[in-house]
């Protein structure tokens, strides 16, 4: 996990290039690749038009200008029309080739975003890559670093084809006006390349840092916007100003380094693209002055060098494009790592086996993350459906981490967990969470729209308190935020009347009294059992035993104890006499 404001080198290894490929070849074998190759082979078929329309244009700048020369009206006049038509051409090809190249970058980031939202939702990647902290800002990588790798490996792609193209086209045209020009083309861009990339290098890991730097910062801003009401409250302006400073001052100081880096790299880039200009005209117009050329050839092969070499100075020319790519194709291949690593199972690990009749724990031992530190030790008991039941203890953490080991995002442990499927058992957390939308679509369960009626839901909302809260929002059918709107005791009991509505075999509910009164809990547990809802409730202490079967203890020291509760008050009732 990058930690702010550390120096993050990266390395562009073979495994980097690896993914890179695998994307690419992914992307070419997909459900969509007809049109993708289609887009591609018509914008390999304008890459040769366009080459073409390059080499009839130096010609026809040569007779032109060889016409002026010469003064020659008649064919002055023939060529300028003839120049005319190349370059009416040549922005025609021009503008369906941007077009193709932008539908196909956009096909092609449509495929893969959808890929990546897949594996970063399946399994709660999603939780997994947050609670290891295995990287930073996978959300900024599925947004941002998609659209540039995308974009930008097309463009390289063409690049490379299309200066392919250029120094088949050019080379033969250069070196039928000086082989002593061409070798002067090869050698200029081998040493430029060379130099340019001993000059940039520490250009890639800068812009991989500047990317988490820039996620960071944009991030804790995020934070501010969304808790404004809570840093207003309690005035934590104070605490926060300095860490947004100390963010953006990263940021900055990374940027420095970087400007520094394209400065050296300037020094040299410009001073090789001003030479371009003169070196033709070096070696050819002393062939002119002998007679043994044109004067049009000298523009010819200023025209024919430029293009030759900037085919083949690519690492000169777009060194800036290419180190700030090669960060973004490390950052896709380690979000594709974290997330095959996150969906892979663990060395130990719980096995969580699904039987919709009851929830059950054999041999489950729980640990502290990151340590052997024994949460619960050996747990095994089962519970029937009917069965409700009530866990407490003073071990909050261990009671925490039974809660989530059960909803199978707990995996530090071992021993087996037996519970329904995810959409037989909802667990109902103790802060709540209601997603962006409608009422309706925070209380009716996806799929289940037409079942559940107006009325249905109005008469739970009304058995819950709730009607007037309901007609504050506007109806069912109102996107309000949430969390602004309603307060949390509300938003609290939304998430009762969503599970309520769902009706499944089991609910857990983690620490109810925190949120609603001992009435509120008892009238949510009464509802639940007369919907045949098996509930186990994590308790805090002071909870009433009606309403439960039976009562499962945690220890401190991970032991644990289960009774029932006749036989808990039983022994309750014969301490009170022995005292």
């Not at 953490?397 to 080991?405: D, G, H, N």
Request: hydrophobic fraction near 45%.
């Amino acid at each position: 996990m990058n930690v702010a404001g550390a120096e993050h080198r990266v390395p562009i290894t073979r495994e980097t290039w690896s993914q890179f490929r695998r994307a690419v070849s992914d992307f070419a074998n997909c459900e969509v690749r007809w049109r993708a190759r289609g887009l591609f082979a018509l914008l390999i078929a304008l890459l040769f038009a366009f080459n073409g329309l390059n080499v009839v244009n130096s010609y026809v700048g040569r007779d032109f200008m060889t016409a002026i020369s010469n003064r020659d009206s008649a064919r002055f006049a023939r060529e300028a029309i003839a120049y005319l038509g190349v370059f009416a051409a040549s922005a025609l090809v021009g503008a369906v080739y941007s077009f193709s190249e932008q539908r196909l970058g956009l096909l092609w980031r449509e495929w893969l975003t959808r890929r990546f939202l897949g594996s970063y939702l399946d399994r709660r990647a999603y939780y997994r890559l947050t609670a290891e902290g295995v990287l930073t800002s996978p959300d900024e990588r599925i947004a941002e670093d998609v659209r540039a790798f995308t974009a930008t490996t097309l463009s390289f792609v063409l690049m490379l084809c299309n200066a392919t193209v250029t120094v088949l086209a050019f080379s033969g045209v250069l070196w039928s006006i000086s082989r002593t020009l061409f070798a002067v083309a090869i050698l200029y861009a081998a040493c430029g390349s060379a130099l340019t990339v001993l000059f940039g290098r520490p250009l890639v890991w800068l812009n991989y840092n500047q990317l988490d730097k820039e996620a960071d910062f944009r991030a804790n801003l995020v934070h501010v916007q969304a808790n404004a009401e809570s840093i207003a409250l309690l005035h934590r302006e104070g605490r926060l100003g300095p860490r947004l400073q100390r963010r953006f001052e990263d940021l900055t100081a990374n940027m420095r380094r970087i400007i520094a880096v394209n400065r050296n790299l300037a020094f040299f880039t410009n001073g090789y693209n001003y030479l371009i200009q003169i070196i033709p005209a070096l070696v050819v117009a002393p062939l002119f002055i002998r007679g043994e050329v044109e004067f049009g050839v000298i523009t010819q092969s200023a025209m024919a060098f430029s293009a030759l070499l900037g085919a083949l100075s690519l690492v000169v020319t777009q060194f800036q494009s290419i180190s700030s790519f090669a960060a973004v194709v490390s950052r896709l291949g380690s979000l594709a790592e974290a997330m095959e690593h996150v969906g892979s199972p663990a060395a130990a690990h719980i096995d969580v086996q699904e039987d919709e009749a009851r929830v059950a724990y054999e041999g489950l031992t729980l640990l502290s993350p990151g340590s052997d530190h024994v949460l619960v030790r050996e747990l095994s008991v089962s519970v029937p459906r009917g069965t409700r039941v009530l866990i407490v203890g003073p071990n909050d953490a261990a009671k925490v981490a039974l809660f989530r080991a059960t909803a199978g995002i707990w995996e530090n442990g071992s021993g087996r967990i037996v519970r329904p499927g995810l959409d037989a058992i909802l667990f109902l957390p103790e802060r709540p969470y209601l997603p962006p939308g409608t009422l309706r679509d925070v209380l009716v369960r996806t799929g289940q729209e037409g079942v559940i009626g107006d009325a249905q839901i109005a008469t739970l909302l009304h058995g819950l308190g709730l009607e007037s809260a309901l007609e504050r929002m506007g109806g069912l059918d109102v996107e309000r935020d949430w969390d602004d709107a309603l307060s949390l005791g509300e938003q609290q009991l939304l998430s009762v009347a969503r599970v309520l509505l769902a009706a499944p075999r089991f609910a857990f509910l983690e620490r109810p009294r925190m949120a609603f009164g001992p009435e509120q809990v008892d009238r949510i547990l009464s509802l639940l059992s007369e919907r045949a809802i098996t509930y186990l409730t994590l308790g805090d202490g002071g909870d009433r035993l009606d309403g439960y079967d039976a009562v499962l203890e945690l220890a401190d020291d991970g032991g644990w104890s289960w009774k029932s509760v006749e036989a808990r008050r039983e022994g309750a009732a014969k301490s009170a006499e022995g005292s």
